[in-house]
């Protein structure tokens, strides 16, 4: 049963894009993890890990996240509008543009050409090609929001418009450089300014890029795959407004017990722990959703998926409160904990989520059933099992390695040495390997799931039942 | 306010408008966010060219540079960071992972003769490092067509023949038969370099630097 009159064609070019960069993405974050073991893979300059890592948390924020979301949007916003995208060419200009654009960030991070602000590395000229696209894809929600049938603005779409106006000001703002050629340039803010402005993007991008649109498909894929209205909505008009004003006073929570004022750090951490209530009102309203009927749990397969997700959301939201706290950051900070806290929120989170939504939609558009049930099940045990290796792991390694940074003498000398803490790390970083590669089969398992439903005969035997 | 896009955009807007003036607009205009003392000096053009190495290589995924006043970190790093320490810093480098130990007080900590030999080779001097090995930063020269153009932009207010001394200067120190660690240069350094200024050589200038202005301080 296709369905008719919308246009397809960029959600799946969007979703396929964004399958191609999470799989460059993991394949880096591979090899990343292990030349820190084996430091002969660092083949210099390209492959050198600080080179490597900005492409892998660049490839997968943005080619696999963004992309993933720009084609859950574009889907859920002709659905939600029951119109056509206002503008399919400039939709498909789009997502050539954002693949180029991937691709040469890529290429200049190897080339080092890097303004060390995490998650903000690309210099200038590309900056201005991110704030075009940016453009371009504001321009089809909004007219397409503005044209639209449906009166009323369903929860996605409130998501959606706050994310295409929020980080248009976060990338703007923390990008303001001024160049010193085409590949190098200087950012306008000097010290703990920079620190203060780099951690409200930081800590933002993560809220509206990694937060923000994935609660967006949670709230709308959720209910189309189960038939089963939202728990409330009054509590989703409540936690979304409270989710956007809290979010963006927490970003100093990164620079803890760092020279950043001592204010800016306790009002951070005070609304951190106020952002638990929105986000654990999102987290209710799902399970509440699901209240009488968790035997889908056992017969939806894409009920796996959201509910996983949605759970490690609800951790993902109580433990990041809770290592900025003074006396959790001054133990956990600059240790593997937090790359495991970074690890849940992305492989459990936001990749079960898109993963589940791709599934929704690739059959949809199509007019198919999914080629394989079976091989989605596997996909998210393979994903369950590799991320839980990968996180736990990364935890235990950041419980002992903040231990040792501790440990003293009775005459207050330090018992281990800095090199001493780092080869303790070693039979982590091999585990953390093993459940990475596990993490990897598993999207392999979801790629060519949803290649084979591409090749699967047309209006198959079962219709589908959303 | 549900059946209305634009007056929706505008109302998000300003509800992230008020956090993002409180904690990232107003500390910007306070002198208290970053404090500027006159003891700190600002990073000479081949300290500075040096730094955009650590930048380009991406050194600050793997090593922080901020000491936080916790008893055992000071032990290890020394002093905790100052925050008029990082005055001239465009980017700030802090970091968010220690791979490798905290930097910001790595200045004056070995000689310059341990940082060639350790960058060309981490585990020759100590076979479990994990460190990428940087040998080649010695074979490529080091490009000084924009160091004046790069202190101007920054605002460190060198003339043109402050940093055209400056590169010279250090040309001179790290070539003369005296350098101190000119053995170890030598080594890791191509015979066609030896005349000229490597990017490894402003690589140690910058580490070099690191952490020096509080240092200094307490000798004097």
């Known amino acids: ?466 | 306010m549900y059946s209305r896009p634009i007056v929706f955009a505008i109302m998000a807007t300003v509800v992230i408008l008020v956090g993002t003036i409180a904690m990232m607009v107003v500390p910007l205009t306070l002198q208290s966010t970053q404090p500027v003392s006159p003891l700190v000096k600002p990073y000479t053009a081949v300290e500075l060219e040096g730094r955009d190495i650590y930048i380009r290589e991406g050194c600050n995924n793997c090593h922080t540079q901020t000491i936080r006043p916790l008893r055992t970190e000071v032990v290890r790093y020394g002093q905790y960071s100052k925050p008029e320490e990082f005055a001239y810093d465009r980017p700030f480098l802090w970091g968010s992972r220690r791979i490798g130990p905290d930097l910001q007080r790595v200045g004056g900590k070995y000689p310059d003769s341990w940082h060639y030999r350790h960058m060309d080779n981490p585990r020759s001097m100590f076979p479990k490092s994990n460190m990428p090995d940087y040998a080649w930063l010695a074979a490529r020269q080091l490009d000084t067509s924009y160091s004046y153009k790069k202190t101007h932009v920054v605002g460190y207010g060198y003339t043109v023949n402050e940093v055209n001394k400056n590169l010279a200067d250090y040309l001179v120190r790290v070539t003369s038969s005296a350098y101190i660690a000119g053995d170890a240069r030598d080594k890791v350094t191509p015979p066609v370099l030896k005349d000229k200024l490597t990017e490894m050589d402003a690589l140690v200038a910058y580490l070099q630097k690191l952490g020096m202005d509080v240092k200094n301080l307490n000798k004097s």
């Open chain 1, 1 to 466: 049963m296709k369905e008719e009159g919308y246009d397809y064609s960029v959600v799946q070019g969007f979703a396929f894009s964004a399958l191609f960069w999470l799989f460059v993405g993991l394949a880096v974050g591979l090899w990343l993890a292990a030349e820190m073991v084996y430091p002969g893979l660092n083949l210099a300059p390209w492959l050198a890990f600080g080179r490597l890592r900005v492409v892998h948390t660049n490839g997968l924020a943005f080619g696999f996240g963004l992309g993933g979301i720009f084609a859950c949007t574009y889907y859920m916003l002709q659905r939600l509008t029951r119109i056509r995208l206002a503008f399919p060419r400039l939709a498909k200009f789009h997502m050539y543009f954002f693949n180029a654009a991937i691709a040469l960030a890529a290429l200049s991070l190897f080339a080092g050409m890097n303004t060390s602000h995490e998650y903000a590395e690309l210099e200038w000229p590309l900056d201005i090609g991110v704030v075009v696209m940016w453009v371009i894809f504001a321009i089809n929600v909004f007219g397409t929001l503005i044209k639209r049938k449906e009166k009323q603005m369903y929860i996605s779409l409130w998501y959606i418009i706050s994310m295409t106006v929020t980080i248009a000001v976060l990338y703007i703002v923390n990008n303001l450089e001024i160049p010193v050629n085409w590949f190098k340039s200087y950012t306008v803010y000097a010290g703990a300014n920079d620190a203060n402005v780099e951690w409200w993007y930081g800590h933002n991008a993560v809220g509206f890029v990694f937060t923000v649109p994935i609660l967006a498909m949670f709230y709308y894929f959720l209910p189309k795959s189960t038939n089963l209205p939202i728990y409330s909505h009054r509590l989703s008009i409540v936690a979304f407004w409270s989710l956007i004003f809290g979010y963006v006073w927490t970003g100093a929570h990164h620079l803890m017990l760092t020279p950043l004022p001592e204010w800016i750090q306790t009002v951070a951490i005070a609304f951190s722990i106020f952002l638990i209530a929105p986000s654990w009102g999102s987290v209710i309203n799902g399970y509440y959703t699901m209240r009488g009927e968790w035997d889908k749990m056992r017969s939806n397969y894409l009920v796996k998926f959201f509910i996983m997700g949605i759970t490690f959301y609800g951790l993902q939201t109580i433990q990041g409160p809770t290592q900025g706290l003074r006396i959790m950051t001054g133990f956990f900070h600059y240790t593997d904990w937090v790359i495991g806290h970074v690890h849940m929120g992305t492989m459990g989170w936001v990749t079960m989520i898109i993963s589940a939504s791709l599934y929704y939609m690739i059959p949809a558009v199509n007019g198919r059933e999914i080629y394989s049930v079976k091989l989605a099940n596997t996909h998210f045990w393979l994903i369950l099992v590799g991320q839980l290796i990968f996180t736990i792991t990364m935890w235990i390694a950041g419980i002992q390695q903040g231990a040792m940074w501790k440990a003293s003498n009775p005459d207050g000398s330090l018992t281990y040495s800095f090199l001493e803490t780092v080869t303790a790390m070693y039979p982590y970083w091999k585990i953390r390997f093993a459940g990475g590669f596990v993490y990897f089969l598993g999207i392999v398992v979801f790629g060519y799931n949803l290649l084979m439903t591409l090749k699967s005969p047309e209006e198959a035997t079962q219709p589908r039942t959303a």
